[in-house]
């Protein structure tokens, strides 16, 4: 026929090459660009050391504890001496002549020092000490609460990705369900109503992807935020890993706990220093001693040969006023009971937060452990029998279906269960004051 162009003819051959040449260049250019920007991963012990070498706040308490160590340096310390200069028995009828002839007038000078009732001055000093020693330890408890914030975040991302990538399969297998069906609708073996169902399932994974995709932005913004960095910095992809286990048992974490927590530290400083504080105010029933010497500069006059004359003393304060001693006393025992309580309800709260963190870790495993060998090939097998059935007509649209929604829920809960394991153990290893589980838990598979 006239115009039509057939398959040998040289310049249909030579059109059919310059499309494959540029789909084939589109390609490769496409591999190329994908291979000069690869897919960042984050590392959890740079993102851990990240917050701890830039978060202000421990910066704040770090600059608080050396504030209280240079307390403790000056508690033990003596007051400076006391150094005094004076003119004595001046003439009131002539006091510009510094004393003329009369025999009584002395220059003087003269050097006193104040000494605390013996060992006050120590325990002032371990006083300030246990004060400092508690600051030193909120640091170390508010690095634990960072790096649990930090890995809680990080697999909150891992979980988020995840269920995007789902996502975005599943919308991908609906498009292909929304093919059969056109597909059998076209022949009339199907209803329209299976096309405007596939749908509307695929417009709701759309609702969710929004919805995951801003969840994930609020995580990095949350990351970057604890980072101190700027908070539209990207937050690359976190890797897959595997599922450590604690070796150690319940009993065992307790005692880690009780050795190794600094919560439980600082409140044992705290205690210390009411211990001390109540022996400080013991010490207050007992005076305080100030010891001075003087040297009298004299002049020869009125036939006396003007000898120079010394003077020493000591004085000290008459502790008399008792109710301010006793209130001393019940200030101090106040600040110890206060302490002890205090850390005995902590023990309390670490031996319970112990047991239920490890029973929802327990039952998050398990549930791994069912997704993966049971739930998720069962429901696979299930969806892959349910499309070879529809295709043929032994079953209706709904039932491909919630076959395809069956699967993404049971997938959706394992990312979920997985993440929050690993959560569990980041809070448990918060709840424990130390690493558990090594880098375990930051490996790929």
């Avoid at 097998?381 to 829920?409: C, H, M, P, W």
């Amino acid at each position: 026929m006239k115009g039509k162009m057939s398959v040998t003819d040289p310049v249909f051959c030579f059109r059919f090459g310059e499309i494959l040449s540029l789909m084939v260049l589109l390609l490769l250019c496409a591999t190329f660009s994908d291979a000069a920007e690869p897919v960042r991963q984050e590392s959890l012990p740079s993102l851990i050391q990240d917050v701890l070498a830039t978060n202000p706040e421990l910066k704040s308490s770090e600059a608080r504890w050396k504030m209280y160590v240079g307390k403790a340096r000056q508690a033990g310390v003596l007051e400076d001496p006391m150094v005094m200069f004076k003119l004595q028995s001046l003439l009131v009828k002539d006091p510009f002549s510094l004393g003329g002839g009369d025999t009584q007038t002395a220059k003087v000078i003269g050097l006193s020092q104040q000494l605390p009732y013996w060992g006050k001055r120590g325990i002032r000093e371990e006083v300030a000490h246990h004060e400092a020693e508690s600051y030193r330890w909120t640091i170390e408890e508010r690095k634990l609460e960072l790096i649990r914030m930090v890995k809680e975040v990080y697999y909150q991302l891992w979980s988020v990705d995840k269920n995007i990538e789902i996502t975005e399969k599943n919308i991908r297998v609906l498009g292909d369900f929304v093919a059969i069906a056109e597909s059998k609708y076209a022949v009339a073996q199907g209803v329209q109503q299976d096309i405007f169902k596939a749908g509307l399932e695929k417009s709701k994974l759309f609702d969710m992807q929004i919805s995951l995709k801003q969840q994930r932005r609020s995580l990095e913004a949350n990351l970057n935020y604890l980072l101190c960095r700027p908070g539209t910095t990207p937050v690359g992809s976190i890797a897959d890993f595997t599922l450590p286990s604690v070796p150690f048992s319940e009993m065992q974490l307790g005692e880690r706990a009780f050795e190794k927590r600094p919560q439980i530290q600082s409140l044992a400083s705290l205690a210390r220093k009411g211990e001390a504080a109540h022996r400080l105010a013991e010490k207050e029933f007992f005076p305080d001693f100030t010891l001075s010497a003087e040297y009298m500069f004299r002049r020869e006059a009125m036939g006396d040969p003007g000898n120079d004359m010394f003077t020493l003393g000591v004085t000290f304060n008459l502790p008399v006023r008792s109710e301010r001693r006793q209130a001393m006393l019940a200030e101090s025992s106040s600040e110890n009971t206060m302490a002890v309580e205090e850390l005995n309800a902590l023990k309390n709260s670490i031996s319970f937060a112990i047991g239920d963190t490890l029973s929802r870790m327990e039952r998050r495993r398990k549930l791994v452990e069912l997704y993966q060998g049971g739930i998720i090939p069962q429901a696979e097998q299930s969806l892959e029998s349910a499309v070879i059935s529809y295709r043929v007509n032994k079953v209706d649209f709904l039932t491909l279906l919630d076959g395809r929604v069956s699967l993404f829920n049971y997938e959706r809960e394992l990312y979920e269960s997985q993440a929050d394991y690993m959560m569990q153990l980041a809070r448990l290893e918060a709840t424990v004051g130390t690493d558990l589980v090594g880098n375990m838990n930051t490996q790929g598979p």
